[in-house]
């Protein structure tokens, strides 16, 4: 599991209860947190949870300046030791009990499974703002990059999938979605989809979702990016291309 982390110290008690609670069912191996400059106890619970017993390992990787949600990710498929991942939130809006069904499509034979807040039985609860702009994220995803079209949530940031692709994309900072990254550099990987129930975050801090005119555009310009990436093999962005 990769789980990008920020000031996160009143949902990690809950979500490694529930990690716990399914790992007779779920091969969990590892949990790789990748910090990104937390400012509460948030490292401390991590540090005080890893010399607990659990059935998975607890790995914490520790950065002092905020880089990124993406980057993030990337650098913990660097470190984590699985051959797939599950990559998710850990603010308790992804579910781990979703995750069994995912691993089951998985070795069904999809490369990647995206845990889908709008394919056929999923549901979606969350703030009418952030409604707004997801779905016009999604608009602007499926006008401009046509391989999205064939997937239910193409700007999910729940998803299993190989750990070796996500560990070769080079480091990017500014990357909407972790997803729409992997699939611009790698079309090629067959995608799947399970529902599950997104909710909006009971306790901590929520994301503050801004808009404005420099948001748009800078959402834009990165759209326009993932279209010129597509299934390139571009030294720019996939480590150890030839």
């Given at each position: ?45 991590l540090e005080r949870q890893a010399a607990r017993p659990h ?27 699985c051959e797939s991942v599950v990559v998710m939130d850990a ?152």
């Amino acid at each position: 599991m990769i789980l990008p982390i920020l000031n996160e110290e009143a949902c990690l008690p809950t979500l490694l209860e529930r990690f716990d609670a399914i790992a007779d069912e779920v091969p969990i191996r590892e949990l790789v947190f990748v910090d990104d400059g937390s400012t509460d106890g948030t490292l401390g619970i991590l540090e005080r949870q890893a010399a607990r017993p659990h059935r998975f390992a607890i790995r914490v990787l520790a950065r002092h300046e905020r880089r990124g949600q993406v980057d993030a990710c990337i650098s913990g498929a660097r470190l984590a030791a699985c051959e797939s991942v599950v990559v998710m939130d850990a603010d308790l809006q992804h579910p781990p009990e979703s995750i069994g069904p995912m691993l089951a499509e998985h070795r069904r034979g999809v490369d990647i499974v995206v845990g889908s807040r709008h394919a056929e039985g999923a549901v979606a609860a969350r703030e009418p703002l952030r409604g707004v702009v997801s779905r016009g994220a999604m608009f602007l995803a499926r006008l401009l990059l046509p391989w999205t079209r064939s997937i239910d949530d193409p700007m999910s940031g729940f998803f299993l999938g190989p750990r070796e692709p996500i560990a070769r994309l080079r480091l990017l900072r500014g990357r909407v979605k972790l997803l729409l990254y992997l699939e611009a550099v790698r079309p090629d990987l067959k995608v799947g989809e399970v529902p599950y129930e997104f909710r909006e975050r009971s306790s901590g801090r929520s994301k503050t979702v801004t808009i404005d005119l420099k948001f748009v555009i800078r959402y834009l310009v990165e759209i326009l990016t993932y279209a010129k990436i597509s299934g390139s093999s571009d030294p720019r962005f996939v480590v150890g291309s030839s």
